[in-house]
């Protein structure tokens, strides 16, 4: 077996486990664990993972929880590049057999707002569980086994509640530096639409008497910017471990609502480790 998969980290925002354990609104905080070591021939591999990791208990606040994180891989199903993967709340995946060209059906899981830390957004409307389906394509430069440099768009839908419409973009370098260690590093952005912005950052009159908060409108727009980063080692044949870690600041009408601005905080952090067993 060769090294086991990278794993990159997502998210903001990202987020991003189960029955309502999850990082707290992982768009850009939490990323996919993507093969760049497999070689035709190797056969379809396995990866499972588990670990944990620190992250806001909502979007946009200042307190942190501890939340747990697994890895669900399986990658060279009839290509090298081809996989299905999921890291924690999130869903990645890529059905074209091409070195360069990536298409696949993406995922995301947002848990319920609700008995968070901070009072006064604790005293607002709870906000419901999102699944966040759709789409994820992209086009890697490199189509190299051991890098990868992709460009790609995922767009996602709330198909449980409503809660509205995701579109990030995001670049990522990955590479198997030596036989043991890889790395992966991105940049992304994410665009939210009015039900989104309004779901998670609109105050309503209601809202601002049982809070306290402002009452506030919250716009479509970019919402966020993150910047994170991963490296594997891998220690014994079948045996890695990750480290990962996001930074995302939120933007617009994200950054100014008081959810945000009065009692939460712009910036959002995201760390965390994990142990992968590949074969």
């Not at 995701?166 to 940049?187: C, D, F, N, P, Q």
């Amino acid at each position: 077996m060769r090294t086991s998969t990278l794993v990159i980290a997502v998210a903001v925002i990202g987020a991003w486990l189960s029955a309502g354990v999850a990082l707290a609104q992982p768009a850009s905080t939490g990323d996919a664990v993507d093969p760049v070591d497999t070689a035709p021939g190797d056969g379809i591999r396995a990866t499972l993972g588990a670990g944990a990791g620190v992250a806001p208990d909502y979007e946009g606040s200042d307190y942190y929880q501890a939340v747990p994180l697994w890895n669900l891989n399986v990658s060279n199903l009839y290509h090298p590049k081809t996989y299905v993967q999921v890291f924690g709340p999130l869903l990645r995946s890529n059905f074209i057999p091409d070195d360069h060209w990536r298409l696949g059906v993406a995922g995301q899981f947002i848990k319920k707002r609700n008995n968070v830390h901070n009072d006064a957004v604790d005293a607002l409307k709870s906000v419901d569980a999102s699944a966040m389906l759709g789409l994820v394509g992209g086009y890697d430069f490199l189509a190299d086994p051991r890098r990868d440099l992709v460009l790609e768009v995922e767009a996602r839908q709330d198909v449980a509640n409503d809660n509205g419409f995701l579109a990030t973009i995001r670049g990522a370098y990955r590479a198997r530096l030596t036989e043991s260690l890889g790395m992966v590093a991105y940049v992304g952005s994410t665009w939210a639409d009015d039900d989104y912005m309004t779901s998670y950052f609109g105050i309503d009159a209601a809202d601002a008497a049982a809070s306290g908060l402002d009452q506030f409108n919250a716009d479509e727009g970019f919402k966020d910017v993150s910047f994170g980063g991963a490296v594997n080692y891998r220690f014994l044949e079948h045996w890695s471990v990750a480290f990962l870690g996001t930074y995302a600041r939120l933007l617009n009408d994200a950054k100014d609502s008081p959810i945000v601005d009065d009692v939460g905080d712009a910036n959002q952090f995201f760390g965390g480790a994990l142990i992968n067993y590949q074969f």
